[in-house]
């Protein structure tokens, strides 16, 4: 379970193994990689068993570097996907079997708000691997009856790579996706790129676009490496671009690197909009369009967030054409004889994130919930609000029900 840094937390791999001798027992290594055991998977917590004793690890293991901070307390961040029977079992084992004196969880949906500066009133669309979950949250309360979760994230785009490179690996696929050259052009860079706008958006060609590296060709490599460090003009003008897979070949490609993103950006924007729907305050309505939350390692895409905020103005933004659908309109009843029409959304904006975060702005902000329960984390356990946490005497006073008399 080698962890890897970055700049303002560490991640690792949510997997643990059976134990070798022990029934129903885990361990956090194993020989036999054929064993490892996904606790997680789209969001949702498949084995909890598994889980909490990763979590163990994780605390345990943390301790084990700070010999003094033996009653630090823990915020955990929540998937919309996990039930309440699965964080009272969280709750029970936190205490019992870690030993932990103070314990929270916090929807991963509320963490990003307050990473963003609190707005009462948002959206956060949570672009998973698999899945997306996209969470109103209104009053500072995650609205569970609305949130929606559609199978489509990350992988997504790999499975659209795939299609137009059926000759490339599954590992060459994901390096494009993590590559600087792979980014989604703006209908105005998409006009100034070396393809024009048509033909990057026709489909069906035979373009060469592909010309992997292999042994042998060192000279060969050097020259395109130095060729492609001596060219001045941005990706999008740009013929071919190359990268490095994980295996360290250099690959060139064409268009294909502007693509990929479309059906994900389209269903999200579908299910944004049946989403906020459901929130019959049509004034925490507007905020909520006015605070839209992108989080998820999917947002790191060069682009992708100006694209998927095109893509939701240009489906729903109330006036933009002179047709409206009947969705987006809603009627509200002033008086007897009276009535007045409104329509949301009037304006779509997506939040802005607080400039006193320095060090997140060279990171990014796709994993910006774990800045959330950090500032959760200094309010509450450093006023003793107990409000917001469960301490060791609720715990004993109420046992596992304690964690539902909480309120953020």
Not at 151 to 174: A, V
Not at 297 to 302: G, K, L, Q
Not at 347 to 375: C, H, N
Not at 391 to 400: F, I, L, T, V
């Amino acid at each position: 379970m080698a962890p890897f840094h970055e700049d303002n937390y560490f991640v690792m791999p949510t997997k643990v193994y059976p134990h070798a001798t022990l029934p129903n027992a885990f361990a956090s290594t194993s020989t036999d990689e054929s064993t490892a055991i996904y606790p997680i998977q789209g969001g949702k917590i498949i084995n909890i068993d598994a889980f909490n004793f990763f979590i163990k690890l994780i605390y345990k293991g943390y301790l084990k570097t700070r010999p003094f901070a033996s009653n630090t307390p823990l915020v955990m961040i929540s998937s919309s996907r996990w039930t309440k029977l699965q964080i009272e079992t969280i709750t029970q084992y936190m205490f019992e079997s870690v030993g932990i004196q103070a314990f929270t969880i916090i929807p991963a949906a509320l963490a990003a708000v307050y990473a963003y500066g609190g707005q009462q009133n948002a959206v956060v669309i949570d672009i998973g691997k698999e899945n997306t979950e996209i969470v109103p949250v209104v009053d500072y309360s995650v609205v569970k009856s609305a949130t929606k979760v559609i199978p489509f994230g990350g992988d997504s785009i790999n499975e659209s790579l795939q299609k137009m490179l059926p000759n490339w690996t599954l590992d060459q696929i994901e390096s494009l996706k993590k590559s600087d050259v792979f980014e989604v052009l703006s209908d105005e860079d998409k006009k100034k790129s070396f393809f024009g706008m048509d033909a990057l958006e026709a489909e069906g060609d035979n373009f060469d676009v592909a010309e992997i590296v292999t042994s042998g060709r060192t000279r060969e490599i050097l020259e395109e490496r130095e060729k492609h460090n001596e060219q001045k003009a941005p990706n999008a003008q740009l013929e071919n671009n190359t990268f490095t897979d994980v295996d360290g070949n250099q690959i060139t490609i064409g268009k294909e690197r502007f693509k990929g993103c479309e059906l994900l950006i389209s269903k999200i924007s579908t299910a944004v909009f049946s989403t906020l729907e459901k929130i019959v305050d049509l004034t925490k309505r507007q905020e909520a369009w006015d605070h839209v939350i992108i989080i998820g390692r999917t947002s790191r895409i060069a682009g992708f967030i100006e694209a998927l905020n095109t893509q939701i103005i240009e489906d729903h933004l109330v006036g933009k054409d002179l047709q409206q659908s009947v969705a987006q309109a809603a009627f509200q009843t002033s008086s007897a004889s009276h009535i007045q029409f409104s329509q949301t959304p009037n304006s779509i904006r997506f939040a802005k994130m607080p400039e006193y975060f320095p060090e997140w702005k060279k990171t990014g902000y796709a994993d910006v919930s774990f800045l959330g329960a950090q500032i959760v984390a200094k309010q509450i356990f450093s006023s003793h609000n107990e409000s917001m946490y469960v301490s060791k005497q609720a715990y004993n006073e109420r046992g596992p029900l304690a964690f539902w008399d909480l309120a953020f």
